[in-house]
T-cell receptor, first 113, second 112 residues
Framework: DAGVIQSPRHEVTEMGQEVTLRCKPISGHDYLFWYRQTMMRGLELLIYFNNNVPIDDSGMPEDRFSAKMPNASFSTLKIQPSEPRDSAVYFC???????????FGDGTRLSIL | EDQVTQSPEALRLQEGESSSLNCSYTVSGLRGLFWYRQDPGKGPEFLFTLYSAGEEKEKERLKATLTKKESFLHITAPKPEDSATYLCAVQGLETSGSRLTFGEGTQLTVNP
């Protein structure tokens, strides 16, 4: 079975550029989550969707961050403009139902120079 | 606010040397406690879900247990391939829907 698929796996870009991270959840899952992982803060939830609708975006750090889920099989996390402090590993996860375990992709390692 | 504290931060074992990892949590009503394993360069891999105190789950050399304040991940006769970071997360009844709060993890190294 295909798991959660994220792209790109690595992204290096210069400060001020727009960055778009992509995620394809597991087919049939109705919840999608975006996380950020850093050494300092660990794994933090940024935003999550239920049936393509954003439910909780309280973890989104600033207005520079935005996320969309245009359909059940695709989501994007966009940073514009990017800053060096945005450097982290960004994970997408999906689950079938609210109480079910979340299954993670292998992440996008983002470096902002 | 839900809180999760994992200990120790790092643990080094010899192959075959059993031990336990601890996850202490504070939630206003526990909806579920989750254990994950994370290998370098990979996303967290789901291991177990525990829902109520007294519950236990097992998978190969791993056994997870739950009390009202903490969870333990017992590793019996570990092998080098068990080396990874183990993450604990809680989902509280009063937190937003499906939000998980993760601990900082325990980095386990098993030497041959």
């Amino acid at each position: 079975d295909a798991g959660v698929i994220q792209s790109p796996r690595h992204e290096v870009t210069e400060m001020g550029q727009e960055v778009t991270l992509r995620c394809k959840p597991i087919s049939g899952h109705d919840y999608l989550f975006w996380y950020r992982q850093t050494m300092m803060r660990g794994l933090e939830l940024l935003i999550y969707f239920n049936n393509n609708v954003p439910i909780d975006d309280s973890g989104m750090p600033e207005d520079r961050f935005s996320a969309k889920m245009p359909n059940a099989s695709f989501s994007t996390l966009k940073i514009q403009p990017s800053e060096p402090r945005d450097s982290a590993v960004y994970f997408c996860a999906s689950s079938l139902g609210r109480r079910q375990p979340q299954h993670f992709g292998d992440g996008t390692r983002l470096s902002i120079l | 606010e839900d809180q999760v504290t994992q200990s120790p931060e790092a643990l080094r074992l010899q192959e075959g040397e059993s031990s336990s990892l601890n996850c202490s949590y504070t939630v206003s009503g526990l909806r579920g406690l989750f254990w994950y394993r994370q290998d370098p360069g990979k996303g967290p891999e789901f291991l177990f879900t525990l829902y109520s105190a007294g519950e236990e789950k097992e998978k190969e050399r791993l056994k997870a247990t739950l009390t009202k304040k903490e969870s333990f991940l017992h590793i019996t006769a570990p092998k080098p391939e068990d080396s990874a970071t183990y993450l604990c997360a809680v989902q509280g009844l009063e937190t937003s829907g499906s939000r998980l709060t993760f601990g900082e993890g325990t980095q386990l190294t098993v030497n041959p």
